[in-house]
């Protein structure tokens, strides 16, 4: 039993230390490894359909020009990772085509590379076809004159924001074209809810774990359920965690807020965000009680639980080495709280609260690899008797 523990022991050892060398190397390497992509002749002709020809890259600013078959500039081509690239989506970096008529009309637009939750932006290329026939002078604005896709407004106001800056730099810059002034930055009624709400339910938390009151848990599970996971869609996730070490980090406050907030309390209070927060813990609770009293776990179920450190080493190495985040993007909670997804998800989310009834929080304990993550951080810990019993460390622990 004791070479057993110890072998477990190491196993751990090896996964964190492995990590850390492969994720400096993959970070240090990525540029060499995963080089910036060609964009195709198909691709230009999508965002510039009435273009027979196209010149190579230009600079003052960077774009590509489109001719007509009499070689008369037309319009031109620009990329927002030229023009705009600090606008990020909710999970990092976007990569865009536009294409501007000599007469500033927005002829189509184009998502070459993304890492946004598929489930959350399956609507994606119909949805970036109302900006065609736009023209720059428009305001462009998301609440105004677009709409945003449903789940997604994070991703959807950085969309905007790309073909807003970029089609107006090549219009007024290369075609003379008088741009409004750009509107200064502002935080939406959505995003200011979603911050308070972070803030709250962490509040709520913190002193329901001082006071050791499980009424407050529940009060905070319930909110989250409905406002963090079916209202405004923003439960912590792998993608959000693959996304920062990849340096490709969302800009949303109520992201940052939540995530923040989830890390700095893990060594003084112990895992809240899992515990307290999470709302797919929270349905995984209420899918536990459907049935009676289980009884006790196997002993080899703890032994098990390594599985989501595996995990964790796999997608987030995957991402950082590939630079692209879908490797990270195998968790069903995001087609429960957006009601939409391919049916293989559904099948998996089914089996998924299947075995809840008969193990609390069977993904929790197993499968999430972002709770193994917060799960090394509550080994520093700074107040051990807010981690003894409690509601934190007494189910699914990895010892």
Known sequence: ?????????????????????????????????????????PQLRLVFPSARSFSDELKNP???DAYAKDSSVLGSIVSNTDLAPNIRGYNGDMSLLVGVSHDGTITGVLVL?????????????????????RHVTDSLEMGRDLDAMTGATVSSRAIIDMVRISSRTVAGRVYNIDIPEERKARLFPREVAKAALAVLLFSIAILGTIRRKDSYRWVTLGLALVLV??????QLSILNLSAILSLKPSISLSFWLLFGLSVVTVPMFGRVYCNWICPFG????????????KGKAPPAHRKTEILKLVILWETTLAAILTSNLMYADYEPFMTLFARKGPILLWFFLGVILFFSMFRYRFWCRYFCALGGFYYLLSRFKLAKKYHKGGFDDSEGDID
Do not use: D
């Open 229 to 234: 996971g079916f209202v405004y869609n923003f």
């Open 113 to 133: 590379e993304h890492n946004e939750t598929p489930s959350y932006v399956r609507n994606l290329t119909q949805w970036v076809n109302t900006f065609r026939g």
């Open 62 to 64: 960077s774009r590509r």
């Open 282 to 293: 929270a349905v995984q609770e209420i899918t536990h009680r459907i049935l009676p009293r």
């Open 1 to 41: 039993m004791l070479g057993r523990g110890v072998a477990f022991r190491g196993l751990k050892i090896f996964l964190i230390l492995s990590w850390v060398v492969i994720a400096s190397f993959g970070l240090l390497a990525r540029s060499h490894i995963v080089p910036r992509a060609e964009v195709s002749l």
